[in-house]
């Protein structure tokens, strides 16, 4: 950048034969000093007088930046802005031990997926077609058949896929809720990887791998797709991710050809939740309180920013209510005592309270003190 001209013809520009093209050309909206410079993603698109701001973690990628959400808190009776969206922008938040003042492009403008493309309603699958349901027809769908086939002694032909996007507290939740049903086949799942540097940008495009890894959880979907298809597996849950996208559309779709039960507990419409049986709707980070780990073994927290849309809601949520009519001992309340009782239980997360992590973060157990104690 420079300053082109003299006096009252003074322009600020991009020196001549350059473009203003990297991965982090954001930023320098963020550092200009005057606010001459502008965002084209977020100018026009709300009044800053109207904005709200909450704190939270990008999940773009295994880094976690720290960020704000800024979200429009007047919606409610200015739904002509931004045609009805609720978070308007993402901006970096100082943290000196993961981001420093900075966040990628791709973190800063992958923030749609918020308002777009949601499943909000729960769908039950009629003939060859998903149609609307109610959240007792859904959960009692699910639950019907996990109680059959632990009727049957059949919970080995269970299995069950989490996501590296889930939080901590989701994990953990799951991690309890299949213990307690008997299901041992349970596995995380990341996306496919992408392009990273060295400077921010992580090749794991997922924010919690870690926190999978640190709960004792193994990786690989692809084993259960196999098992699916030969017929020696019955019941499948998948969560958030998009298998499709991972291992193939047409290799999902056979895969859910020879399940008697496909759930998706999911965020975002995709082809694997268009093959399911069942669909029940999730909340996205921005409407849910809780932690991720980076690829530091940093547990950070993420804040709600907005109310859940639709009808959907939190992982361990879901988790509780598919537990009731299964008899299951274990009641979730809220995020802040499934961290609790994971620092309780987990080796890797004894120790660490909400009211450490601050605004920081605060490392894993095993990394703090150089091993599990």
């Known amino acids: 950048f420079g300053i082109f001209s003299r006096g009252d013809h003074a322009v600020i520009g991009v020196q001549p034969g350059k473009t203003l093209d990297n991965n982090y050309s954001g930023n320098v909206v963020d550092i200009c000093p005057v606010g001459a ?19 939270s973690v990008c999940p773009g990628c295994s880094r ?9 808190r007047e919606r409610d009776w200015r739904r002509h802005i931004a045609e009805g969206g609720r978070v308007m922008r993402l901006k970096p938040r100082y943290n000196p031990d993961v981001n420093q003042w900075w966040m990628c492009d791709e973190g800063r403008y992958g923030y749609k997926f918020i308002d777009q493309n949601r499943i909000e309603k729960v769908q039950v699958r009629e003939g060859a077609a998903l149609r ?26 269970v299995g069950v896929v989490l996501s590296s996007h889930l939080t901590n507290e989701d994990l953990y939740a799951a991690k309890r809720f299949c213990a307690e049903v008997g299901i041992t086949q349970v596995v995380f799942q990341r996306p496919r990887p992408g392009e990273g540097d060295n400077f921010l940008i992580q090749v794991d495009k997922s924010p919690n791998t870690r926190g999978a890894q640190a709960l004792g959880i193994a990786e690989g979907a692809e084993a259960l797709l196999e098992q699916a298809a030969k017929k020696q597996l019955k019941a499948l849950l998948v969560f958030t991710q998009d298998l499709a996208a991972i291992f193939g559309e047409s290799r999902v779709a056979e895969a859910a050809k020879q399940l008697e039960l496909l759930a998706f507990l999911g965020t975002n419409a995709n082809p ?13 980070y921005a409407e849910k309180d809780g932690t991720f780990t980076n690829f530091q073994s940093r547990v950070q927290r993420i804040h709600q920013a907005i109310d859940p849309l ?12 598919l537990g009731q009519p299964l008899g299951l001992k274990s009641a979730f ?15 890797a997360f004894r120790g660490l309270v909400y009211q450490a992590l601050g605004e920081h973060g605060a490392l894993l157990n095993e990394d703090r003190h150089g091993g599990v104690r």
């Open 132 to 157: 609307p349901g109610t959240w007792e027809e859904g959960v009692g769908a699910v639950a019907n058949r996990l109680k059959a086939l632990k009727d049957a002694g059949q919970m080995d032909q």
């Open 37 to 55: 410079l502008t965002d084209r993603d977020f100018r026009f698109k709300c009044r800053v007088w109207y904005l709200g701001s909450t704190n």
């Open 64 to 72: 976690g930046c720290n960020i704000q959400i800024h979200y429009n």
């Open 333 to 347: 309340v809220d995020p802040f005592s499934i961290f609790m009782d994971c620092a309780q239980h987990e080796p």
């Open 310 to 321: 639709g009808e959907s809601k939190a992982e361990w949520q879901i988790l509780s209510e």
């Open 272 to 284: 694997t939740s268009a093959l399911a049986h069942v669909v029940l709707p999730a909340s996205v």
